[in-house]
């Protein structure tokens, strides 16, 4: 397009932009303002016009921060634009930021002396500012007592304990505590005191008031990063001192949000104008913590953590640290970490833990998942190919075996990558013939890769052809270490067939003595925890088969151990104790069985699974039962805690399963069960979401929610009951929800209105005509609790046929439902005189109510006569209507019934006679 086709364009947006402002139409005014700057390149005064016409509309929409930026960027060209100064200076004050909104007030009023709207607005700000002032004074004095305590070390170690959790208090408590610290250069006063001061609570809170500077606020941690300088960091890190460490951490994930616009929920995403404005900042960071990775001078804790650091904040959208780690040789520095080896010594050896490979593995996984198209993931498989090609080709034997740890990990995490390396030809009979020798660094890494090759069926038959014999063999060892990791190869060959019956890979019984020695290494007080975890490893294998579980079930000092190893656990054997749990309780995911395609199956002699008779459900309830006596609940509750989302998908499964039965959903809520729910259901992946919003949903249904859950819990549950409200849940799911919205919906109004606010209304009543019974009657009855709403009541009372819908449930052959129906009715038209005169439009509307006064059930003559009687009192004309029909002859003979199980409804008949004869419908017989 043409430069004056551009401007001519431009003129012709910009009109329709300021009609649109005019009329009122803000969103058409926004796209016209936005294309018309679109088509300006160069910044000129026709251009400051449309920034600042820009941001009267998002000051009109509410969106300050969007006007602030627009008329930053209008003054950028015409400096004192009054206009601009104005709009800005109102969406300062909308934002509570009094200081800027009064600056740029005056010069507003500098710049235009004759503009008369300004001045009241000056008039609010100034004594507001000179509050603000005020307290700044006092907040100075306080701030500079406190240094002279903290970092005067001639000092009593009390005092300035004391000083420095005063200064912590002052970071927290506001923005403005925030900006007097660093005016007072509090930033280098600590880097300083780092340096001398060895008193451990001091230091601690040192690093707490640099989180807290950093924490939601991106000119403070910009101003930290400038003071401290990014390799400071790396240098904090680099201690024993563990709550220093996390200190170091927790300040570096609190800059990194600030600066990304994310936070320290698992699901947040980065923001892309933040990450674009910081990609200063957040680059020297990223590169910083990447060139950090594999230097020799940092110690193991320090390196781990970095790792986390990296995994935590390696995400797809807009920060793109996944193509960057690829393009910073950082994937090779993470593989420089997976082939080390603990149990080795040599001059160029770098530092790790026991926890290093996993954590690397979870890195390499994530960022693997977060590469957005095959070019990458390409450069990701070159990379690893360089890298283990040139360790293949050396010939020493030990970094062959450097090598196979770092295959290992790859098939601990970014399994399709391992998997396409360990395929090639030689890998496996590589890593089988280290298993023969008689070294036991080799026999050790070549035990670990065998186990993690497992993972895929297709790879496990050339594996069990010729390593199960090699395993058995290396089982002999005299080093438990050589034992207990051959023992896990050979329980994960023996567990290949999973949960089906008929497929054993090994002989009958083989299993059992498998679980059994797994259990002598578990129970035994002089085995290492090291081994304790890879004793657990096997047993999550073996408990898919159900003679074992139902072994284990009875064993108590094993699931004692197992209990007490899952308390004290934070990392690499989380996983499989979980998953034993899983096991146990059958919580693992099924496929659904269609019994046509069973026969299907037979009939073309393909295999069908097969179920073990002792995971019938009798059994399954009983090792649930069981568990929850040796303390499961509070195990899980523990564990929820944990960022896996693998692992917090497990733990949603488990409660679901042992929310089955109602015996055990009282003893989850009173242990912390609900907390843990809620927050599992707000956060993991889509599937744990599901399980754990089930779970809340069984308690709901259970126990009073007023009791179990309190007020504030139930609000928060209503969003995921109202998830399982969905098209691609389950019958089961979709009725366990509406059950549990039933009984909240009785809670109190604001839970109601949580209901509606949230579009509860419409996903409950799309099933009030659901071919399912249950389905069909669960949402009358929760319909019904919520028309105690008034809110619920307008709704009705508008142009729809809510009303009608619930009149002909009424009718319902389910007495249950057609109860709640009757009930919903009664509420409706006792509340609203609008909603008495709708029911009298309806069709047959006369033989239905009849049919109700006449009902056997005396539950829904009662409420027959509740309508009968609302209609009545709502209006003489509808009044009239009512006894001119037969509905007279009915009521006439209610009131005369002489049983004494009626008198309720006596007493209701009597009270719509006596009503309609004092409005002189009908007169009292002499």
């Given at each position: 397009m043409m430069p004056e086709e551009n401007f001519e364009n431009e003129i012709i947006l910009k009109e329709q932009g300021n009609v649109a402002f005019k009329n009122g139409d803000w969103l058409r005014a926004l796209n016209c303002y936005s294309n018309a700057l679109d088509l300006l390149k160069e910044n000129n005064r026709e251009k400051s016009i449309l920034y600042k016409n820009r941001a009267a509309v998002y000051n009109k929409l509410g969106e300050f921060e969007n006007a602030i930026r627009d008329c930053s960027s209008s003054l950028n060209i015409v400096v004192d634009d009054p206009k601009a100064l104005f709009r800005r200076c109102y969406a300062y004050e909308q934002l509570g930021k009094y200081e800027e909104a009064y600056v740029d007030g005056k010069q507003c009023l500098l710049s235009d002396p004759a503009n008369k709207e300004i001045q009241p607005i000056l008039s609010r700000l100034h004594p507001i500012v000179q509050e603000k002032v005020k307290e700044n004074a006092q907040l100075s004095n306080k701030i500079e007592s406190m240094f002279k305590f903290v970092f005067t070390i001639e000092e009593s170690i009390d005092k300035r304990i004391t000083a420095i959790k005063n200064l912590l208090v002052i970071s927290k408590e506001s923005n403005s505590g925030c900006v007097g610290l660093l005016k007072f250069g509090i930033v280098s006063k600590i880097k300083g005191l780092l340096k001398n001061d060895k008193n451990s609570e001091v230091r601690i809170n040192a690093l707490?008031?640099?989180?807290?500077?950093?924490?939601?606020?991106?000119?403070?941690?910009?101003?930290?990063?400038?003071?401290?300088?990014?390799?400071?960091?790396?240098?904090?890190?680099?201690?024993?001192?563990?709550?220093?460490?996390?200190?170091?951490?927790?300040?570096?994930?609190?800059?990194?949000?600030?600066?990304?616009?994310?936070?320290?929920?698992?699901?947040?995403?980065?923001?892309?104008?933040?990450?674009?404005?910081?990609?200063?900042?957040?680059?020297?960071?990223?590169?910083?913590?990447?060139?950090?990775?594999?230097?020799?001078?940092?110690?193991?804790?320090?390196?781990?953590?970095?790792?986390?650091?990296?995994?935590?904040?390696?995400?797809?959208?807009?920060?793109?640290?996944?193509?960057?780690?690829?393009?910073?040789?950082?994937?090779?520095?993470?593989?420089?970490?997976?082939?080390?080896?603990?149990?080795?010594?040599?001059?160029?050896?770098?530092?790790?833990?026991?926890?290093?490979?996993?954590?690397?593995?979870?890195?390499?996984?994530?960022?693997?998942?977060?590469?957005?198209?095959?070019?990458?993931?390409?450069?990701?498989?070159?990379?690893?190919?360089?890298?283990?090609?040139?360790?293949?080709?050396?010939?020493?034997?030990?970094?062959?075996?450097?090598?196979?740890?770092?295959?290992?990990?790859?098939?601990?995490?970014?399994?399709?990558?391992?998997?396409?390396?360990?395929?090639?030809?030689?890998?496996?009979?590589?890593?089988?013939?280290?298993?023969?020798?008689?070294?036991?660094?080799?026999?050790?890494?070549?035990?670990?890769?065998?186990?993690?090759?497992?993972?895929?069926?297709?790879?496990?038959?050339?594996?069990?052809?010729?390593?199960?014999?090699?395993?058995?063999?290396?089982?002999?060892?005299?080093?438990?270490?050589?034992?207990?990791?051959?023992?896990?190869?050979?329980?994960?060959?023996?567990?290949?067939?999973?949960?089906?019956a008929s497929i054993r890979p090994f002989s009958e019984g083989s299993t059992l003595k498998l679980a059994e020695a797994c259990r002598r290494f578990l129970i035994h007080p002089n085995t290492n925890p090291d081994t304790k975890r890879w004793a657990v490893e096997g047993l999550s294998y073996l408990t898919l088969d159900a003679e074992v579980k139902e072994k284990l079930i009875e064993d108590q000092a094993a699931l004692e151990a197992i209990m007490g190893l899952a308390k004290s656990e934070k990392t690499s054997a989380m996983y499989a104790l979980v998953s034993i749990f899983v096991n146990l309780c059958n919580a693992y995911e099924k496929q659904e069985v269609i019994p046509e395609m069973i026969e299907l199956a037979k009939f073309s002699k393909q295999h069908v699974p097969e179920d073990h008779e002792l995971d019938d459900a009798d059994f399954v309830n009983k090792r649930i039962i069981l568990l929850s006596k040796h303390g499961v609940i509070t195990v899980l509750v523990q564990l929820s805690k944990t960022e896996s989302l693998n692992i917090k998908e497990l733990i949603s499964r488990l409660f679901n399963a042992i929310c089955i039965l109602p015996e055990v959903r009282g003893e989850v809520a009173k242990l912390g069960g609900i907390k843990a729910l809620l927050e599992l259901a707000h956060s993991?992946?889509?599937?744990?979401?599901?399980?754990?919003?089930?779970?809340?949903?069984?308690?709901?249904?259970?126990?009073?929610?007023?009791?179990?859950?309190?007020?504030?819990?139930?609000?928060?549950?209503?969003?995921?009951?109202?998830?399982?409200?969905?098209?691609?849940?389950?019958?089961?799911?979709?009725?366990?929800?509406?059950?549990?919205?039933?009984?909240?919906?009785?809670?109190?109004?604001?839970?109601?209105?949580?209901?509606?606010?949230?579009?509860?209304?419409?996903?409950?009543?799309?099933?009030?005509?659901?071919?399912?019974?249950?389905?069909?009657?669960?949402?009358?009855?929760?319909?019904?609790?919520?028309?105690?709403?008034?809110?619920?009541?307008?709704?009705?009372?508008?142009?729809?046929?809510?009303?009608?819908?619930?009149?002909?449930?009424?009718?319902?052959?389910?007495?249950?439902?057609?109860?709640?129906?009757?009930?919903?009715?009664?509420?409706?038209?006792?509340?609203?005189?609008?909603?008495?005169?709708?029911?009298?439009?309806?069709?047959?509307?006369?033989?239905?109510?009849?049919?109700?006064?006449?009902?056997?059930?005396?539950?829904?003559?009662?409420?027959?006569?509740?309508?009968?009687?609302?209609?009545?009192?709502?209006?003489?004309?509808?009044?009239?209507?009512?006894?001119?029909?037969?509905?007279?002859?009915?009521?006439?003979?209610?009131?005369?019934?002489?049983?004494?199980?009626?008198?309720?409804?006596?007493?209701?008949?009597?009270?719509?006679?006596?009503?309609?004869?004092?409005?002189?419908l009908i007169k009292k017989a002499a």
């Open positions: 707490r008031i640099i989180g807290q500077l950093c924490k939601n606020n991106e000119t403070c941690t910009k101003q930290v990063l400038v003071d401290l300088g990014v390799p400071w960091f790396i240098d904090a890190l680099n201690t024993e001192n563990q709550n220093e460490i996390n200190g170091v951490t927790y300040i570096i994930q609190e800059a990194l949000n600030s600066l990304t616009g994310m936070s320290n929920k698992l699901d947040s995403s980065p923001n892309e104008e933040k990450c674009i404005k910081n990609s200063k900042e957040i680059d020297a960071i990223l590169t910083c913590l990447v060139c950090s990775i594999d230097r020799h001078s940092i110690n193991k804790f320090a390196r781990d953590s970095i790792v986390e650091i990296l995994t935590r904040n390696i995400h797809f959208n807009n920060v793109n640290w996944a193509e960057r780690l690829i393009d910073m040789k950082g994937l090779q520095r993470l593989l420089e970490i997976a082939a080390e080896l603990i149990e080795t010594r040599y001059e160029s050896k770098m530092e790790i833990t026991e926890y290093s490979h996993t954590n690397v593995s979870v890195c390499l996984s994530r960022i693997y998942d977060n590469l957005t198209c095959d070019k990458s993931r390409e450069k990701y498989m070159e990379a690893v190919d360089e890298f283990l090609k040139k360790m293949l080709l050396d010939p020493d034997i030990e970094t062959k075996v450097r090598a196979v740890s770092t295959l290992t990990v790859l098939l601990m995490g970014p399994i399709d990558v391992g998997n396409s390396v360990i395929s090639r030809d030689g890998i496996i009979e590589m890593i089988l013939a280290m298993a023969t020798t008689n070294d036991k660094v080799q026999q050790k890494i070549a035990c670990e890769c065998i186990i993690a090759a497992t993972s895929k069926k297709s790879k496990i038959t050339p594996i069990v052809k010729l390593g199960t014999q090699i395993l058995k063999n290396l089982y002999r060892s005299g080093d438990d270490d050589i034992r207990i990791r051959a023992l896990v190869g050979l329980c994960k060959l023996g567990s290949s067939g999973g949960t089906d993991g992946t889509p599937k744990g979401k599901r399980q754990a919003s089930q779970a809340l949903a069984r308690i709901g249904i259970s126990i009073n929610p007023e009791v179990s859950f309190k007020e504030q819990r139930c609000l928060e549950s209503i969003r995921p009951f109202l998830s399982l409200l969905h098209p691609d849940c389950s019958a089961l799911e979709n009725f366990e929800s509406m059950m549990a919205l039933c009984n909240m919906a009785s809670v109190n109004e604001r839970v109601r209105k949580k209901i509606l606010d949230s579009g509860g209304l419409q996903l409950i009543e799309s099933y009030l005509f659901e071919e399912h019974l249950m389905l069909r009657r669960a949402s009358v009855q929760c319909f019904t609790n919520l028309m105690l709403s008034h809110e619920v009541i307008k709704v009705i009372e508008g142009d729809n046929d809510r009303l009608k819908m619930l009149f002909l449930l009424c009718e319902e052959e389910d007495e249950d439902t057609s109860l709640a129906a009757a009930g919903a009715v009664a509420i409706a038209v006792s509340n609203s005189v609008q909603c008495s005169k709708k029911l009298m439009t309806f069709n047959n509307w006369e033989e239905s109510l009849k049919a109700l006064l006449a009902h056997p059930n005396n539950a829904m003559q009662h409420r027959a006569l509740v309508i009968a009687h609302s209609l009545i009192c709502a209006d003489k004309e509808i009044a009239e209507k009512v006894f001119a029909t037969n509905i007279m002859e009915v009521l006439m003979a209610l009131s005369i019934m002489d049983d004494e199980k009626k008198k309720d409804i006596k007493e209701m008949a009597e009270k719509c006679l006596k009503l309609a004869e004092d409005l002189k």
